[in-house]
């Protein structure tokens, strides 16, 4: 049986393997290179060293302000949007009435397209500030707590459903046990419920984390960075400097790299650090 497994097996692997070098490890390694090129097309590539990723920072600030204000974003939404997934999850697995009812509704959000999501809740913020003489592209603050509230509408129900399995995961004899020993709810929660569910928790913050950064359709549809790109987060700005500058291109692309060196950074940290409390538990 398994000398009969080596044998096939390249085969089997090698369509999927050609998928990934054409549609994924070509293209990256190409992305690098251009980088460090000044170009308009592939084919007309000129070296220039480590220029692009001067000016990326130089002459003006709206890649660093980019930078901040998606860490800043990714922090908030990272947090509320576990927090909250967690606490519904609890919720809906107590045994009351209508929770597979309340399940599809909590995670239909997650369903709609991010453009789609944008536009609603522009709607949404611009009718509700209208009233008061302002529009969501008014203050960076409007428009920082509408992409807050659109990314934990958009993925509460989605964490909510990964931590219900989790949880449900959690033998009822451990719960039981802590029960009859006397203790409380919240230490129930804290020594049996969270350690048990950790690896639903590495899920979930890896998925937020991966998505608040990468955030882009919904930041475009919402604000499109207004005011004065103030709430232009990191795709969006990497975006506005490939495609919306003619020459930048290599800056754009440098930017890009730049992204994805922080965004894998942070998220093989945080598969680290969580993976290591799962093994704990």
């Known amino acids: 049986m398994k000398r009969s497994i080596r044998k096939w ?14 549609a994924f490890l070509i293209p990256f390694v190409m992305g690098l290179y251009l980088s460090f090129c000044e170009f308009r097309t592939v084919s007309d590539a000129k070296f220039v060293g480590f220029e692009n990723y001067i000016s990326a920072f130089k002459g003006n600030s709206d890649f660093l302000n980019a930078l901040i204000f998606t860490v800043l974003f990714s922090l908030v939404s990272v947090i509320t949007i576990n927090l909250f997934g967690f606490l519904l999850a609890l919720t809906l697995t107590r045994g009351i009435r209508g929770t597979n009812f309340f399940r599809t509704v909590f995670f239909m959000p997650n369903l709609i397209g991010g453009i789609v999501l944008g536009y609603i809740w522009q709607l949404i913020i611009n009718g509700f500030l209208y009233n008061y003489g302002y529009s969501i592209t008014s203050k960076w603050e409007f428009g920082f707590l509408g992409l807050i509230v659109l990314m934990n509408w958009q993925m509460i129900g989605y964490t909510m459903i990964i931590y219900i399995a989790g949880i449900q995961n959690v033998p ?10 006397g203790a409380t709810p919240f230490k129930t929660l804290r020594t049996i419920i969270i350690p048990s569910v950790m690896p639903s928790i590495t899920i979930c913050l890896f998925l937020t984390i991966t998505n608040s950064f990468k955030l882009f359709d919904q930041n475009l549809a919402l604000t499109a960075g207004a005011p004065a790109k103030q709430t232009r987060m990191l795709a969006l700005d990497i975006y506005s400097t490939f495609y919306g500058k003619i020459g930048y ?3 754009g692309q440098a930017k890009a790299v730049m992204f994805f060196i922080i965004v894998a950074t942070i998220a093989l940290l945080q598969l680290f650090l969580t993976r290591r409390r799962e093994v704990e538990s």
């Open 249 to 251: 291109e290599g800056v």
């Open 9 to 22: 097996f390249p085969i089997f692997v090698l369509p999927t393997f050609i998928a990934f070098l054409i």
């Open 172 to 181: 009822d004899e451990l719960i039981e046990a802590a029960r009859v020993d």
